[in-house]
C-alpha cells in the first residue's frame, strides 16, 4: 500500500512563497496520478492541483498562475511551489492517490 508524507508548510507573509513535498512509498509512483487538495477551517476538502503519471497537470482556477505542481519519479515525490500567497490560501494542505492521503501539513498566510 503507498504511503504519503508531505512537509514545507508554515507561516508566511502575504506575497510570499513556499514549496510543499510528498513522498510516496512503493515502487510504482511513476505511473500514480498525484493530487495537492487543501482544506481550511470550515470548509470541504477541494482539489489544488494535479499531476498525472505522464506529467500533464490541471489546477483550480484560484491557483493558476501562482502555484506550480511538479513530480520527481527518481525520489517518489511531488511537489507543490507556491507563490504570490494570499491569506485566503491559508489551510491544511494534503497530497493523495490512489484514495490515499498523507497526514497533511499546516499552510498559514497572515496578511
Known amino acids: 500500500q503507498v504511503r504519503l508524507v508531505e512537509s514545507g508548510g508554515g507561516l508566511v507573509q502575504a506575497g510570499g512563497s513556499l514549496r510543499l513535498s510528498c513522498v510516496a512509498s512503493?515502487?510504482?509512483?511513476?505511473?500514480?496520478?498525484m493530487g495537492w487538495y487543501r482544506q481550511a477551517p470550515g470548509k470541504q476538502r477541494e482539489l489544488v492541483a494535479g499531476?498525472?503519471?505522464?506529467?500533464?497537470?490541471n489546477y483550480a482556477d484560484f491557483v493558476k498562475g501562482r502555484f506550480t505542481i511538479s513530480r520527481d519519479n527518481a525520489k517518489n515525490a511531488v511537489y507543490l511551489q507556491m507563490n504570490s500567497l494570499k491569506p485566503e490560501d491559508t489551510a491544511v494542505y494534503y497530497c493523495?492517490?490512489?484514495?490515499?492521503w498523507g497526514q497533511g501539513t499546516q499552510v498559514t498566510v497572515s496578511s
Open positions: 512503493g515502487n510504482i509512483f511513476s505511473i500514480l496520478d
Open positions: 499531476i498525472t503519471g505522464g506529467g500533464i497537470t
Open positions: 493523495s492517490t490512489l484514495n490515499v
